[in-house]
């Protein structure tokens, strides 16, 4: 259900030597009736709310689209933001055939298809540098593209250490403050990390868990690792793989598999991140998937988002991209492993009454 929205257009006329005076500003407002109240916008003047809200479901009337496309079995889940954001892209990958949809905005359709081999599992955009990499499932490979073109970028593409029986290898990026970015790719124990400018191999490290899903907070510089085969909680890893901050999300937060991760971030006025913010997990626990919510400063947990009918999620990622459809941006999960589910973050912050300031 699509809810009308409050415009606000203020319009200000001021001389440049003249000062203020009611001659020579013009006020202009044009209104609309909300359906109801509007959340706060994720740039943040004050102070953040993120106090506990328990647990929340979104009802099927307020997502905005489940969509499912020629692949078989899906996983994963980038976004890549353009300037203009009907040009915007999203990809969801394919562990059982070797179709990566291609949705362009609003995401209700597919619009093309591209590979990675045979199969692939994760992906991921590096929004900085308009890449996407994925991961070719049961390889070692992982492919590059341009955006928005979609051509292949083979002088970017690369193959890791990693033995090709490793069946769902995932990666994310970390932006170094050296200016250097780094590719990170998990291999159910392992984790290989390359130089994103160049392919070559830097590292490897063994994380304390099976590892899948990743998520690289270049504010913080530490990699995000959920415990993928037991409920113990999510990992925090420095650029070189050590130990970084304390376990957070430990039992008996999560039921059963931590799976998708993704970071909710707040900004400052002129746009900037602030460091405030959520971290949002799926538990696949079997019924319904638990979106398990965190506070990104203080991991602290906040609570637990249901969306109806969604079950069994793999990936997810989120995109805070205002856009005419989506005004706060999207949540984007996995269902079943057979469609992507979205949700709008002015829906979320509405029900959870969570808010980046005022």
């Known amino acids: 259900m699509k809810r009308l929205r409050t415009l606000l257009i203020v319009m200000v006329f001021l001389s440049s030597c003249a000062p203020m005076t009611p001659t020579n500003r013009v006020v202009v407002v044009i209104t609309s009736t909300p359906m109801h109240n509007q959340p706060t916008s994720p740039e943040a003047s004050g102070n953040v709310n993120f106090e506990p809200f328990g647990t929340v479901t979104i009802a099927a009337s307020d997502i905005e689209f489940d969509v499912s496309g020629e692949g078989d079995n899906v996983d994963s889940i980038g976004f890549w933001e353009a300037s203009e954001p009907a040009q915007s892209l999203m990809f969801v990958t394919s562990k059982n055939n070797s179709s990566i949809e291609v949705y362009q905005y609003p995401f209700k359709s597919q619009q093309t298809t591209i590979s990675c081999g045979n199969a692939s599992n994760g992906v991921w955009v590096d929004q900085e540098n308009d890449i996407l990499y994925i991961t070719e499932r049961d390889s070692s490979n992982v492919c590059a593209y341009d955006l928005p073109a979609l051509n292949n970028n083979d002088a970017l593409s690369f193959t890791t250490a990693a033995t090709s029986n490793q069946a769902e290898p995932n990666l994310t990026i970390l932006h170094l403050q050296n200016g250097q970015s780094r590719i990170y790719v998990s291999y159910d124990k392992t984790v290989y990390y390359h130089d994103a400018e160049t392919g070559k191999s830097l590292g490897q490290f063994t994380p304390n868990e099976e590892v899948e899903t990743m998520y690289g907070d270049d504010y913080y510089q530490v990699i995000y690792i959920p415990d993928e085969r037991r409920p113990t909680g999510i990992y925090s890893y420095d650029a070189d793989g050590n130990p970084a901050g304390s376990l957070f999300g430990v039992p008996p937060i999560f039921a059963k598999d931590a799976e998708g991760i993704w970071v909710y971030k707040c900004l400052s006025t002129d746009g900037d991140d ?85």
């Open 274 to 358: 602030n460091g405030e913010g959520l971290i949002v997990a799926s538990d696949q626990k079997g019924d319904i998937t638990d979106f398990e919510v965190f506070n990104r400063k203080t991991k602290a947990h906040l609570g637990t988002i249901n969306v109806s009918g969604v079950d069994m999620t793999d990936g997810i990622a989120i995109t805070q991209q205002s856009s005419p459809d989506y005004p706060f941006g999207l949540l984007m999960v996995i269902d079943d492993d057979t469609s992507t589910v979205g949700v709008g973050w002015d829906t979320i912050l509405e029900r959870t009454g969570l808010s980046c300031g005022s």
